[in-house]
């Protein structure tokens, strides 16, 4: 099942107006699931599989971890089932819309690294 995923703790969607056209495309014509914490985000997951697409924001609130923690936990359950439903699917993409450029890097090189080698 397709479907996409929006992770930040305090903006919605039409706040990301730093995003490249395509992505606010994406935002505007597409439906999405939002996810304030990491918590909503294992609920999605275990409702909906692994999306095909996230926009991920890194500072997640006191308390709630960062981005880069979700990836963490996505590859790591990439890498240990078998279920192709919590598998990233062959479309999989993703952007990292978050203003902490630190955290922003950190984001898109594990994940694109992992990819990679997948």
Same mark, same amino acid.
Request: negative net charge.
């Given at each position: 099942?397709?479907?996409?995923?929006?992770?930040?703790?305090?903006?919605?969607?039409?706040?990301?107006?730093?995003?490249?056209?395509?992505?606010?495309?994406?935002?505007?014509?597409?439906?999405?699931?939002?996810?304030?914490?990491?918590?909503?985000?294992?609920?999605?997951?275990?409702?909906?599989?692994?999306?095909?697409?996230?926009? =991920? &924001?890194?500072?997640?609130?006191?308390?709630?971890?960062? $981005?880069?923690?979700?990836?963490?936990? !996505?590859? /790591?359950?990439? @890498?240990?089932?078998?279920?192709?439903?919590?598998?990233?699917?062959?479309? =999989? &993409?993703?952007?990292?819309?978050?203003?902490?450029?630190? $955290?922003?890097?950190?984001?898109?090189? !594990?994940? /694109?690294?992992? @990819?990679?080698?997948?």
């Amino acid at each position: 099942m397709d479907w996409n995923l929006f992770i930040d703790d305090e903006r919605n969607l039409s706040d990301v107006t730093w995003a490249p056209w395509q992505v606010q495309e994406k935002y505007r014509n597409e439906e999405w699931v939002v996810a304030r914490n990491g918590q909503e985000v294992l609920d999605a997951f275990l409702e909906k599989g692994m999306p095909s697409y996230i926009s =991920f &924001d890194h500072d997640l609130g006191e308390d709630s971890g960062t $981005g880069y923690d979700i990836v963490k936990m !996505l590859i /790591n359950i990439d @890498m240990e089932t078998p279920e192709d439903i919590y598998r990233f699917p062959e479309n =999989f &993409d993703f952007y990292v819309h978050s203003k902490n450029i630190v $955290g922003k890097a950190n984001i898109e090189g !594990l994940l /694109n690294n992992y @990819m990679k080698v997948r």
